[in-house]
Each structure stands twice: as C-alpha cells, then as structure tokens.
C-alpha cells in the first residue's frame, strides 16, 4: 500500500487482486478483483471523465465488448450491455481473448497516467492467470506489475518460474526483490520499538522471539501478541514500561508455528465468534454476514450434527461475533468508508487480515464437517442468487458444491438423490463452458470432469443430452490443455456411446483439431475422409491430376448455366448431414493444403457442389473465395473468379460471418481482386482483413 500514494499523485491508478489457496479453480480471480476495484474508482469519478472513459474503453474493445463482460461483469457499468460475440475456433478464441484484454490494459496504461497493478500470493495462480499474465508483460508499456509469493512453496519446476524464465530471454526488465527474515539485530530493533525500550534490555527477548518465529514480522507480532494474553508480557506502570520473564515464556513452551499459534489463539474466543470464523474461513476471502447466517440457519433447519456449527447464530449474535474477530484483528471490513465503520451492514464484506489465520481457522474444522459446510455454503449461494446473475457467480457456488461433494456422494450416496446428483453435473457443465470461453481450459477440464464424475453409465440412457456434452466438452478442454491422453480416452467413450453418427461430428472435428495442432497432417486428413465416407461424401486418398481435373468439370457442371450472382440467393442450408460435411471439409481444408495438397482443390469443389444443391451455409462464401481463386490462379478464367470473389464478400455481409471475415477478404483481395485491378485499391479491404483477423484472433 506504501506505493499507493505516490502512484496516484501522479494521476496513476493502482489496482490490486490476491489469488485464494481455496479458490485456486477460478479463473483469473486475482485479476478479477484488481480490475473490480479499478471500475469502483472510475465510478467516483464525475461524469463528464465517466463517459471519456466510457468512449475508450468503447473504441478499445470494439464489438468485443461482451468478451470482457464475461469475465469481469463490472465492466458492463460503465460501458454498457454489449452485443454478443461470435463463437469461435478454440485457438482463435483464446487470441481474441488476449487481444481483447491487451487492449482493455492499454486504455490505462498511457504516460499520463500508468497502471499499477499488485497481485499477491502467486503460488496459488491459475493457469489460465498465468499465461494472461505472461501476455500482458510482453505486450504492454506503461505497467508496472507487482507480484509476491512464498518461496518456499514454489520451486524451479513451478509454472510460475517457468513463465518467468521465458521472460527473462527476452529484453522484458524483471527485478526480484526476496524478503528474508529478519535477522537478529532487526528483530531487536523491532521488539524495541514496539516496547519503548533500549536494544541491551530486549536482546534476550529478540532472541528467543526469532528462535521461535524465524524471523517473519507478521508472526513475531502474534508472537507478542500472546505473550500478553496470556499475562507473560505486561506494562507495569508503576516503572512506566513493559515487564516479562524468559524463564516463564520458556516455561510456557508457546508453538513455534504460525498457523497452530494463530489456531490457539482462535479457540479462545467466543463459541459464537469461532463458528462465525469457520463458516467464514470456508466461503473464502471475501465473504458477507447474510452467507454466513444463512448457512447456520440451513444447518440448524436440516438438523446436521456438526460439531461447533449445529446451533445456528441468529443475525444480531453474528453481528457481535464479527464485532470480537474486528476488535481481535482476525479480520477486517473492506470496501467505502461508510460499509467499513458500520459493522452491521448486511453488505459489508469482511476478509481474513492474512490467509495464515483463515488457514488456522481452517485447520480447525475436521474433513468431514468441512465437506458439509462447504456443500451447505453452495446450497445457499445457489438459492438466494437470483438465476439472472447465477452465472456471474457459477464459479463460486460450483467450487463450493464440489468440495462438500465427495463426503455426501461416496459416503452417504443415498442422501444424494439422482435429480440433485444431475443438477450438480449441469452447473459443472456451466461452469465449464464459461471457463473454457474465457480460454481458461484446465479449469474448464477439472469442472467438467466433475461432472461426469458425478454420472454413471446409465446416464447415457436416461440423461443423454447432459453426459454427451460432458464427454465432448470435456474432450475439446483436455485437447485445449494439451492433454491429449485424457481427450482420447473420452472421445473413444463418446464414439462407443453415441446414439447417432451426427453427435460423433463434433469428436472427430477434436480429434482433427489436435492432430493439426500435433503436426499430424496426414491423420488430421484420414480422420476427415472418414467422417465423410460416414456422411456419405467419398473423396479419394490420394488423387492424381485426372481425377483433379475431372472435379473441376464436374464443379462446372453443377454449376451449369445459372449466373454466379444468382447463387447468393440460394436457399439456406438446412440438412444436417450436409451441415456437418461443410463443417468437416473445411476443417481439413487446411492440414490437406500442407500435407496432402492434392486433394485440397477437390475439397473445395465439393462444398461448391453442397452448397448448390442444399444451399448455402457460413461456409459457403469461404468456398466460393477459394474457387474464385483457382479459376484465376490456375485455370486462367479471370472474369468467373472475380464474380465468386464478389459473391463470397456478397454472403459475408448477408451472413454476418465475423469468424470467417478476416479470411475471406484476404482471399479475395490478395488472390482474386488483383487481375482485375491495381494492387493499391486493395490497400484499405487488407487493412479491414486485418483489423477483422485481430477482433476474431
């Protein structure tokens, strides 16, 4: 906080997030928090410097807008309801992410005023966090970013240091500052300040305090603050200064761990207090009154026997224990002036003054009560969320079923009746879908995982739907990950189970996907010529110059008289295998151009001849720029190509195609427009392709 001020008399802003030893699963939690808080400080701002701020982030974001909505709803204050985005490509989703989210960064981070931003307790970053961080170091002037974790939690093979060792091989300036423990004479110092006293008196108490903390400041201050509770550090005021006796402090053989010291220290509160501190430590930082009540009155209604919880606090009694953990320094209120001196608010929100005394408070509660108050915490949550910002919190609420599920579904599985096990797996695959499409794959992995860990083979059966988009989204997150293991084994279980050949499409179009990510060309071919055969679309192996030829009469052919502007009025495509052999084809399209190149022109003659005889799909205008190209680069029929040039930017704009934009007006204006016209008339349409390639990744 020393930073602060400096920061923001320069007109900077300084943001801050801490990552959560309980929430490690949630993606970007600690850049989430920094960038609540940069939002709460825009919003005090008048409202002439509010709608400034409004118009950049707006031009910064451009029709992404939704994007960053997703991840950190508070945006949406200032901005505005966004429209949606549209679905794309894995890979291109998550360029699109990082892009979108460089350019929100750079909006703040100018020479008039930098951003600062401190996240803490990186030990505990997720993986997703991480690679977003790596992004945003690389890509950003004007930033100082500040992070702190324990060394002694981190190795050299955590990906923490790796992330950091690719850094430092570039130009990318990366200090480390290692805050030791204090030695022994800094220890002393720090007693005697504290005590008013002279350094020869307190010596002998500096050392048996460093003996027994180490050295770490935060514990030699609890360490002191023991020693006077418990009457062995007292102020005599008749000498005017503070008395103790080694030989009793010795005597006492007080812990020389933090967390059982802070844990001690705990169980001499109030009953009321340390139920309050248990509830709290298991919602996590931050947390509000009316979860913490809610809670307790659940555990009482349903009559669970929980040791220390099962009473149950009425609100005003939770009110004074919080007052107790307050005036204790276990926790303290956050947020504006006028929630943080009014202990009562029921929107108040409170957090642990260090996650060594949540962890104690923690270490108190024993496994299985822990499961059960986790699972009553999620049970609230999910039930006093209203369903429109249920989604917002899905995160939250999942984490908190998840870690009381274990206890309930395999020790006790008749108390967790099939439609309450479904509905678990359904928020699993919530959560899941929205992590993978905030490219947070290995969280998307874990929740879906869950899920289907929560599901049997009868399932199949009676819950289709539900564990066939487990399995699929499950595979894509693994694949995504590069685990490409766990994707094989959950595709094989899909193409087992699969009740039709259409809800297989989706799990060759991963496997594809992943060999192309591999470098496997050839497979990533074979596997598409074999869905076709399946769909009933034969195309050779490996086809020589006869059979290319005689596609390209047989193209012609379909084609026959109809005038190429005429096909943009072609129906749309509505037959579902078709749909999936246009999917399939062009996913392959581009593994066949660098590995089999043959075939690729009789892959875009066949979704020409799809397209003319069941109509048109988002595909289609890609096609058609592809088939525009060959007629002018290769068969030499200039005016036909141009017009398929024009037909396929003709269903660009008809369809709205925006992840297919980029690509097909760099089709067209690199390969098509210049036989026809000068090459500077294309400058502007590139440009367009380029910023479109940019907005879609």
Same mark, same amino acid.
């Given at each position: 906080?020393?930073?602060?001020?400096?920061?923001?008399?320069?007109?900077?802003?300084?943001?801050?997030?801490?990552?959560?030893?309980?929430?490690?699963?949630?993606?970007?939690?600690?850049?989430?928090?920094?960038?609540?808080?940069?939002?709460?400080?825009?919003?005090?701002?008048?409202?002439?410097?509010?709608?400034?701020?409004?118009?950049?982030?707006?031009?910064?974001?451009?029709?992404?807008?939704?994007?960053?909505?997703?991840?950190?709803?508070?945006?949406?204050?200032?901005?505005?309801?966004?429209?949606?985005?549209?679905?794309?490509?894995?890979?291109?989703?998550?360029?699109?992410?990082?892009?979108?989210?460089?350019?929100?960064?750079?909006?703040?981070?100018?020479?008039?005023?930098?951003?600062?931003?401190?996240?803490?307790?990186?030990q505990w970053i997720d993986s997703a966090?991480?690679?977003?961080?790596?992004?945003?170091?690389?890509?950003?002037?004007?930033?100082?970013?500040?992070?702190?974790?324990?060394?002694?939690?981190?190795?050299?093979?955590?990906?923490?240091?790796?992330?950091?060792?690719?850094?430092?091989?570039?130009?990318?300036?990366?200090?480390?500052?290692?805050?030791?423990?204090?030695?022994?004479?800094?220890?002393?110092?720090?007693?005697?300040?504290?005590?008013?006293?002279?350094?020869? $008196?307190?010596?002998?108490?500096?050392?048996?305090?460093?003996?027994?903390?180490?050295?770490?400041?935060?514990?030699?201050?609890?360490?002191?603050?023991?020693?006077?509770?418990?009457?062995?550090?007292?102020?005599?005021?008749?000498?005017?200064?503070?008395?103790?006796?080694?030989?009793?402090?010795?005597?006492?053989?007080?812990?020389?761990?933090?967390?059982?010291?802070?844990?001690?220290?705990?169980?001499?509160?109030?009953?009321?207090?340390?139920?309050?501190?248990?509830?709290?430590?298991?919602?996590?930082?931050?947390?509000?009154?009316?979860?913490?009540?809610?809670?307790?009155?659940?555990?009482?209604?349903?009559?669970?026997?929980?040791?220390?919880?099962?009473?149950?606090?009425?609100?005003?009694?939770?009110?004074?224990?919080?007052?107790?953990?307050?005036?204790?320094?276990?926790?303290?209120?956050?947020?504006?002036?006028?929630?943080?001196?009014?202990?009562?608010?029921?929107?108040?929100?409170?957090?642990?003054?260090?996650?060594?005394?949540?962890?104690?408070?923690?270490?108190?509660?024993?496994?299985?009560?822990?499961?059960?108050?986790?699972?009553?915490?999620?049970?609230?949550?999910?039930?006093?969320?209203?369903?429109?910002?249920?989604?917002? $919190?899905?995160?939250?609420?999942?984490?908190?079923?998840?870690?009381?599920?274990?206890?309930?579904?395999?020790?006790?599985?008749?108390?967790?009746?099939?439609?309450?096990?479904?509905?678990?797996?359904?928020?699993?695959?919530?959560?899941?879908?929205?992590?993978?499409?905030?490219?947070?794959?290995?969280?998307?992995?874990?929740?879906l995982t869950v899920g289907i860990g929560?599901?049997?083979?009868?399932?199949?059966?009676?819950?289709?739907?539900?564990?066939?988009?487990?399995?699929?989204?499950?595979a894509e997150a693994a694949y995504l990950?590069?685990?490409?293991?766990?994707?094989?084994?959950?595709?094989?279980?899909?193409?087992?189970?699969? $009740?039709?050949?259409?809800?297989?499409?989706?799990?060759?179009?991963?496997?594809?996907?992943?060999?192309?990510?591999?470098?496997?060309?050839?497979?990533?071919?074979?596997?598409?010529?074999?869905?076709?055969?399946?769909?009933?679309?034969?195309?050779?192996?490996?086809?020589?110059?006869?059979?290319?030829?005689?596609?390209?009469?047989?193209?012609?052919?379909?084609?026959?008289?109809?005038?190429?502007?005429?096909?943009?009025?072609?129906?749309?495509?509505?037959?579902?295998?078709?749909?999936?052999?246009?999917?399939?084809?062009?996913?392959?399209?581009?593994?066949?151009?660098?590995?089999?190149?043959?075939?690729?022109?009789?892959?875009?003659?066949?979704?020409?001849?799809?397209?003319?005889?069941?109509?048109?799909?988002?595909?289609?205008?890609?096609?058609?720029?592809?088939?525009?190209?060959?007629?002018?680069?290769?068969?030499?029929?200039?005016?036909?190509?141009?017009?398929?040039? $024009?037909?396929?930017?003709?269903?660009?704009?008809?369809?709205?195609?925006?992840?297919?934009?980029?690509?097909?007006?760099?089709?067209?204006?690199?390969?098509?427009?210049?036989?026809?016209?000068?090459?500077?008339?294309?400058?502007?349409?590139?440009?367009?392709?380029?910023?479109?390639?940019?907005?879609?990744?």
């Open positions: 906080q020393e930073i602060y001020k400096p920061i923001t008399e320069k007109r900077g802003y300084f943001i801050a997030g801490k990552f959560d030893q309980l929430q490690r699963n949630v993606p970007y939690s600690a850049v989430v928090i920094a960038f609540q808080d940069l939002v709460r400080q825009l919003l005090t701002e008048n409202q002439a410097q509010l709608t400034q701020w409004k118009d950049k982030i707006l031009a910064a974001l451009a029709s992404n807008g939704q994007v960053i909505i997703e991840v950190i709803p508070e945006i949406e204050l200032i901005i505005g309801a966004q429209p949606s985005v549209p679905t794309l490509a894995p890979t291109a989703a998550q360029n699109r992410f990082n892009l979108v989210f460089q350019n929100l960064i750079h909006v703040f981070c100018q020479p008039e005023h930098p951003l600062v931003i401190f996240l803490d307790d990186l966090s991480l690679k977003l961080m790596a992004f945003i170091i690389a890509q950003s002037h004007y930033l100082f970013l500040i992070g702190a974790y324990r060394d002694n939690e981190v190795d050299a093979v955590h990906p923490l240091m790796l992330m950091l060792a690719d850094l430092q091989k570039t130009d990318i300036p990366i200090q480390r500052l290692s805050l030791t423990p204090l030695a022994l004479p800094n220890v002393n110092q720090f007693i005697a300040d504290t005590l008013n006293n002279t350094l020869e $008196k307190t010596a002998s108490l500096a050392q048996l305090v460093q003996i027994k903390t180490g050295g770490n400041p935060f514990f030699m201050g609890e360490f002191l603050k023991t020693l006077y509770t418990e009457k062995l550090l007292n102020f005599d005021f008749q000498q005017g200064g503070w008395q103790w006796d080694l030989a009793q402090i010795r005597a006492r053989n007080i812990t020389d761990n933090v967390v059982d010291l802070m844990a001690e220290k705990i169980q001499k509160l109030s009953e009321k207090t340390q139920q309050v501190l248990k509830i709290a430590a298991c919602i996590g930082n931050p947390f509000q009154l009316p979860v913490i009540t809610s809670t307790q009155n659940s555990l009482r209604r349903n009559q669970l026997s929980i040791t220390n919880v099962n009473q149950g606090l009425m609100l005003k009694d939770d009110i004074i224990a919080l007052q107790q953990a307050v005036a204790e320094g276990l926790i303290i209120p956050v947020g504006d002036e006028k929630l943080r001196t009014n202990l009562g608010n029921l929107n108040t929100e409170y957090k642990f003054v260090h996650d060594r005394i949540q962890q104690a408070v923690y270490s108190l509660i024993p496994d299985k009560e822990k499961q059960l108050l986790h699972w009553q915490i999620g049970h609230n949550l999910l039930e006093n969320i209203p369903q429109r910002h249920q989604e917002q $919190k899905i995160f939250t609420i999942v984490d908190q079923l998840n870690a009381g599920i274990e206890l309930i579904h395999h020790s006790s599985p008749e108390s967790l009746e099939k439609v309450e096990q479904i509905s678990i797996a359904q928020l699993n695959l919530i959560a899941g879908k929205k992590a993978k499409a905030s490219a947070a794959y290995q969280a998307a992995f874990n929740y929560l599901l049997d083979k009868s399932h199949w059966q009676t819950q289709y739907d539900l564990i066939l988009a487990l399995y699929v989204e499950a990950s590069a685990n490409f293991e766990p994707m094989e084994e959950l595709l094989e279980v899909v193409l087992q189970e699969a $009740k039709t050949l259409l809800d297989t499409v989706k799990v060759y179009e991963i496997r594809i996907q992943s060999y192309i990510t591999q470098n496997k060309m050839l497979e990533a071919v074979e596997i598409g010529l074999h869905v076709l055969k399946l769909l009933e679309v034969s195309l050779p192996k490996n086809p020589n110059q006869v059979q290319i030829i005689l596609g390209l009469l047989q193209t012609k052919i379909t084609l026959g008289r109809k005038r190429i502007e005429d096909l943009a009025n072609l129906p749309e495509m509505t037959d579902p295998y078709q749909l999936a052999a246009m999917c399939i084809l062009s996913s392959i399209d581009t593994a066949a151009y660098i590995g089999v190149p043959k075939i690729f022109p009789l892959l875009v003659f066949k979704q020409i001849h799809l397209s003319v005889k069941y109509g048109n799909t988002i595909v289609s205008a890609q096609a058609y720029a592809t088939y525009g190209l060959i007629l002018c680069g290769v068969v030499g029929d200039i005016e036909a190509g141009s017009q398929f040039g $024009k037909l396929a930017l003709t269903l660009l704009e008809r369809f709205n195609i925006k992840e297919f934009k980029a690509k097909i007006i760099y089709t067209v204006n690199n390969f098509i427009r210049h036989w026809k016209e000068h090459p500077k008339d294309t400058l502007s349409s590139m440009l367009m392709a380029y910023q479109a390639g940019l907005e879609t990744g």
